[in-house]
């Protein structure tokens, strides 16, 4: 089974200062991990993905997550965050060793981030 | 443009009348995928289609049916909504399942109400 667990509901940050979402995942072998964010009436967006190799992932707006194995961590930061960040963001797992289920992901409850002037 | 689209966008139904909420990808992806989006449940995959005339369950299935007749469409059908079925519903699609090409891109969302 794979299973992700987003352990804030919601983050609030001042503008220009650094963000982390947090994100641990349980997978029975090897993980793909995403991120992904919406935006108040929009579709999920996808933001960057660990599939293998280095272990920082830097994506779209200038963010980037850190993927850890000994702790099963995949946490979103940001350097300084933008007003404009805001949204709601999803972390979501695929159990790359798992037969069937075709291209399951399993989602997180998601994190709000509220970035304020 | 590269793209997911999902037709309507919002839907008000009342509980028995049969609805089809449309999906349609521009990107020759094989693989397609519908989500519901419930608060606090995060989203839970309900049908997935790994290619032409290929679809199985996903996690939460019931009161659900898909067709894959094209590649490029993969319609859900509700035969008999029920007030549990008030949702927001992703359509994804991806090139592949595995690797660099399993990337989902997801549709701007279907907010289904059901009275």
């Known amino acids: 089974a794979q299973s992700v667990a987003q352990p804030e509901d919601q983050v609030n940050v001042a503008e220009g200062n650094p963000l982390t979402v947090k994100c641990t995942y349980s997978v029975s072998g090897n993980p793909y991990l995403f991120w992904y964010v919406q935006y108040p009436n929009r579709g999920l967006q996808f933001l960057l993905k660990y599939i293998t190799g280095d272990n920082l992932v830097k994506g779209s707006y200038g963010f980037e997550a850190e993927f850890n194995k000994s702790q099963t961590s995949f946490h979103l930061k940001k350097p300084s965050a933008l007003v404009s960040d805001s949204a709601l963001y999803f972390c979501?797992?695929?159990?790359?060793?798992?037969?069937?289920?075709?291209?399951?992901?399993?989602f997180g409850t998601g994190t709000q981030l509220k970035v304020e002037l | 443009e590269a793209q997911v689209t999902q037709n309507p966008r919002y839907l008000i139904t009342v509980t028995g009348k049969k609805l089809t909420v449309t999906c349609s990808q521009n990107m020759n992806h094989e693989y397609m995928s519908w989500y519901r989006q419930d608060p606090g449940l995060g989203l839970r995959q309900i049908y997935y289609s790994m290619n032409v005339e290929v679809t199985d369950k996903g996690d939460v299935p019931e009161g659900y049916k898909v067709s894959r007749k094209e590649k490029r469409n993969f319609p859900l059908i509700l035969e008999s909504p029920s007030p549990n079925q008030t949702s927001l519903y992703f359509c994804a699609s991806s090139l592949g399942t595995s690797g660099r090409s399993e990337t989902q891109y997801f549709g701007p969302g279907t907010r289904l109400l059901v009275l």
């Open positions: 979501a797992v695929r159990d790359w060793g798992l037969t069937g289920g075709g291209n399951k992901l399993t």
